[in-house]
């Protein structure tokens, strides 16, 4: 079993940052990060990155060049860097961890961006 579990969120102005985590837990052997997500009530859940090798990822364009995924191996951790926040960017944020087909959640972490 793989428990996810987001943290970071919270209250921020527009213009402003803040750096998500994502930590895997449990039988984490095999098990990898697949992205970052986001949901607005209402909406479907997007895409906001998916993951490559290392720190590489593919973005939404909505946040290219603002967002920036980064992992820590050893600490079983993900980093979601987000620098020059929108108000369009508040949502539930979560990771998405994979392990052999199956797909891991957390239970997300609030981020609202106003001022």
């Known amino acids: 079993q793989v428990t996810v579990a987001e943290s970071g969120g919270g209250l921020v102005q527009p213009g402003g940052s803040l750096r998500l985590s994502c930590l895997v837990s449990?039988?984490?052997?095999?098990?990898?990060?697949a992205g970052w997500y986001r949901q607005v009530p209402g909406n479907s859940r997007e895409m906001v990155a998916t993951?490559?090798?290392?720190?590489?990822?593919t973005y939404a364009d909505s946040v290219k060049g603002r967002f920036t995924f980064s992992r820590d191996y050893a600490r079983k951790t993900s980093y979601l860097q987000m620098d020059s926040l929108k108000p369009e960017d508040t949502a539930v944020y979560y990771c998405?961890?994979?392990?052999?087909?199956?797909?891991?959640w957390g239970q997300g972490t609030q981020v609202n961006v106003s001022s």
């Open positions: 449990g039988d984490t052997f095999g098990a990898d990060i």
């Open positions: 993951t490559g090798p290392g720190n590489s990822a």
């Open positions: 998405k961890a994979i392990h052999g087909w199956t797909s891991y």
